[in-house]
C-alpha cells in the first residue's frame, strides 16, 4: 500500500507571504522520513502540503508539483477531498472526537463518510487498527466508551488508529509525540516502527534523538530571518544528517550549537 | 557579562549580588518594598457568623427604626444596610486588618447588589403565585372559555393555542437560524455578505416586538387581503423575533468548536459538508439546543405582536391556518383589561394564565439545562 512521493519545486503561500520556498524532495516508501528544522521555518506548513490540508486556510495555496505514485495531487480535477484519503494524517495535539466512543472514532473515517459496514466487518475493522495501533490490549474491554476518557498517549494511539483504518498510503505525522510523556511518546516511536512495513511515513519533530532513533531519511528546514521563507536546505540518510552533513547550519543544528 | 572562563572577578559581579549595590537605583527601590514575612502578615479572622450577625443588626436597626420612630420604611433599611455593613467591616479592620476588611466591605456591597436585583423577581414570583393559585385548578386546564360568561371557564385553548404558535415559530425559525449560523461561520468567512448579514441580524435583534406583529399583519395583508387574523401570522411575527436569537446561539456555539476538530475530520478525507453534518453540529448539539429552547422561552411571552396578528377567540382552534387562536398573554390581557361580571373571575384567570406562563418558562429554562447536560459531549 506504501507509495513515494515525489515532491518539486513547491513553493507555499498564506495569503502572498511566501511561508516555504522551492522544496524538491523524493519520500521513499516503506520508510520513516523525518523533517527537522526550528520553529517557524515552515515543517508543518509543508507537512500539510502533502495532504492538501494546507489549501483548507483561506487565501493558502501553493505552486509546485507533488506527486504520488505518478499523480500530481495538484494537478487539474483532482479532489483534495480524494488525496486526504489516500494520504493520512495525525496532529500535535490528540484529539479524538469528543462525541464519539473509543469503537466509533476508530471507524470515524467510514462513518463520517456514511459508508456502510456490516457489524462484523466493523468489529474487524475497529480491532485490526487498534492492534496496529498498539492499543487494543488497553482498551478492549471499554470501546463504547467516549474516547476522550483516555490519557494523552492513548488518545494519540487512537488517533493514528483512526488514521489507518482508512488505509491510506501515506501517514503524515506532526510533532506526534510533543504532548505526550516519555512513556507514551517510546510507544508511539514502537509503533511507527511497526508501521513503516506498510505505509510511507513522514514526521515533523522537535526531537533530534527522536528522528535519529526511528526514521531513515531526514531532511532539514532552516529560514534566514523573520518574513522570510523557509527552505530545505539538506536531505539525506538520518546517519548522515547526524554525522556527516555537507552543510554547516545542518551540522549546528543537529549538535545543538543554532544560532 | 564575564564569560565562564575568566574565574578572577566572578563573584562579584553575580547579577544576584547586586541587590545591594549601589550603582543599582532599582534594585534599592525592591529592597524598600520587600514584602512583609510571612510571620507579620498573619492574622486572626472573624468567626464565621460575623456575616450572619452583622445582616441581623442590620435587620434589627432596622426593624427597630420602624417600631419606634416613624421613619419611612425605605429610609430604615438603607440605615439598617448601612449600621451592618459598618460594623462588619469595623470588625473586620479591628481582627483581620485591612486588606481583609476592604475584601469583607466589597464583597458586602456585592450581596447586597445581589438581593436588590433579586427583590423584584422574588415580588413577582410572589404576587403571581398567591394571586394565581385561585384558579390554578383542573377546570383551567381542560376547559375554554366556549359559552362561558361569569365564572368557570378555563385557558386550555389559550393554552393550546401558545404551544402551537410558538411551536409553529420554532419550526420556522430553527431551520433558518441554524442554516444563516452555519453559513456565518462555516462558509461566510470575512467576505462582504456575512458581514451584510451579521449586521441585519443585529438590527433584528433590536426589532421593537409590537413592529414584528404589524410586518407579519402587512405580509399577510399584502398576500391573503385585509382582515386576517390567523395562528401562523403570530407564529411569523414571533419567528422575526427569535432568528437573530438562534443565529447569535447557534453562531456562538459553532465558533467554539475546536478547529482541529474539523481539520482531522478533513484529514480522514471528510468533505465539508460531512463534516458540518456529522462533527460540527454533535459537538455543538448541547449549547444549541440550550439556545434554541431560551429563544422559545423569551418569545413565548410575547404579547403585542400575537395581539395584532392571531386576535382572540373563546373556543379552542387547533388549526394555526385558519381563523383567530387564543394565546396565554392575549388572553390575560384581555381578561384583566375587559372583566365581566363578576369581575373577580376575569382577573382570576388572567393572574393563573401569567402564573402558567412563569412555570413554562421556567420549565423551558430548566430544560434547557437538562438538554445541554444529556447532549454534552462525555469522558467517561
Ligand atoms: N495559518 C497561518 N496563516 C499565516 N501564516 C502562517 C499560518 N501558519 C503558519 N504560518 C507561518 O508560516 C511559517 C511556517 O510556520 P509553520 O509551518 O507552523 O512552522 P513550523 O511547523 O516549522 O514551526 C511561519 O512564519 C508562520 O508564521
Ligand atoms: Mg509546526
Sequence with gaps: MSRQIDVSDLDIYYGSFLAVEKVTMEIKPRSITALIGPSGCGKSTFLRSLNRMHEVIPGARVEGKVVLDGQDLYGPGVDPVAVRRSVGMVFQNPNPFPTMSIYDNVLAGMRLNNKRLKRSEADAVVEHSLRGANLWKEVQDRLDRPGAGLSGGQQQRLCIARAIAVQPQVLLMDEPCSALDPISTLAIEDLMGELKKEYTIVIVTHNMQQASRVSDRTGFFNIEGTGKPGKLVEMDATDTIFSNPSVKATEDYVSGRFG | ?380
Excluded: C
Excluded at chain 2, 514584602?35 to 435587620?59: E, F, I, K, Q, T
Excluded at chain 2, 361569569?150 to 402551537?164: D, P, Q, R
Excluded at chain 2, 406562563?357 to 445541554?372: E, P
Design chain 2, 1 to 380: 557579562m564575564s564569560s565562564p572562563n575568566d574565574t578572577g572577578t566572578r563573584t562579584e559581579d553575580r547579577p544576584g549580588d547586586g541587590r545591594t549595590s549601589p550603582e543599582d537605583p532599582g534594585a534599592a527601590v525592591l529592597t524598600r518594598y520587600q514584602p512583609p514575612s510571612l510571620a507579620a502578615s498573619m492574622h486572626a479572622s472573624l468567626p464565621r457568623w460575623a456575616g450572619a450577625a452583622a445582616s441581623a443588626l442590620g435587620v434589627l436597626v432596622a426593624a427597630a427604626l420602624v417600631a419606634v420612630t416613624d421613619v419611612h420604611v425605605a429610609l430604615a433599611v438603607v440605615v439598617g444596610a448601612v449600621v451592618g455593613v459598618a460594623a462588619f467591616v469595623v470588625a473586620s479592620r479591628v481582627v483581620e486588618g485591612e486588606r481583609a476588611a476592604t475584601d469583607r466591605f466589597v464583597t458586602a456591597l456585592v450581596t447586597m447588589a445581589f438581593v436588590v436585583a433579586l427583590l423584584p423577581l422574588v415580588s413577582v414570583v410572589w404576587t403571581t403565585v398567591s394571586r394565581g393559585l385561585a384558579r390554578f385548578d383542573g377546570a383551567f386546564f381542560t376547559q375554554s372559555m366556549y359559552n362561558v360568561i361569569g365564572e368557570g371557564g378555563g385557558a386550555y385553548h389559550a393554552i393550546m393555542g401558545t404551544l402551537i404558535i410558538t411551536g409553529v415559530a420554532t419550526l420556522i425559525s430553527v431551520p433558518i437560524g441554524t442554516l444563516t449560523a452555519i453559513y456565518l461561520v462555516e462558509y461566510g468567512g470575512d467576505n462582504r455578505l456575512s458581514k451584510v448579514i451579521t449586521f441585519l441580524v443585529d438590527v433584528m435583534t433590536g426589532i421593537p416586538s409590537i413592529v414584528a406583529g404589524l410586518f407579519s399583519l402587512a405580509l399577510f395583508t399584502l398576500v391573503l387581503g385585509p382582515g386576517y387574523r390567523l395562528g401562523v401570522m403570530g407564529s411569523v411575527a414571533l419567528s422575526v423575533l427569535m432568528i437573530p436569537i438562534v443565529v447569535r446561539a447557534v453562531e456562538e456555539m459553532l465558533r467554539i468548536v475546536p478547529a482541529r476538530l474539523r481539520e482531522s475530520s478533513y484529514a480522514l478525507g471528510v468533505p465539508k459538508w460531512l463534516t458540518i453534518v456529522k462533527v460540527v453540529l454533535p459537538t455543538a448539539a448541547s449549547g444549541i439546543a440550550s439556545g434554541v429552547v431560551i429563544a422559545i422561552a423569551r418569545v413565548m411571552g410575547e404579547t403585542a405582536p400575537l395581539l395584532v396578528t392571531v386576535g382572540l377567540t373563546a373556543s379552542t382552534n387547533f388549526n394555526p391556518f385558519e381563523g383567530r387562536m387564543a394565546v396565554l398573554p392575549v388572553f390575560a390581557y384581555y381578561q384583566i383589561i375587559t372583566p365581566g361580571i363578576p369581575p373577580q373571575a376575569f382577573i382570576d384567570r388572567a393572574w393563573t394564565s401569567a402564573l402558567l406562563l412563569i412555570l413554562f418558562v421556567m420549565v423551558l429554562n430548566v430544560g434547557a439545562r437538562v438538554l445541554a447536560r444529556a447532549l454534552a459531549p462525555k469522558t467517561r
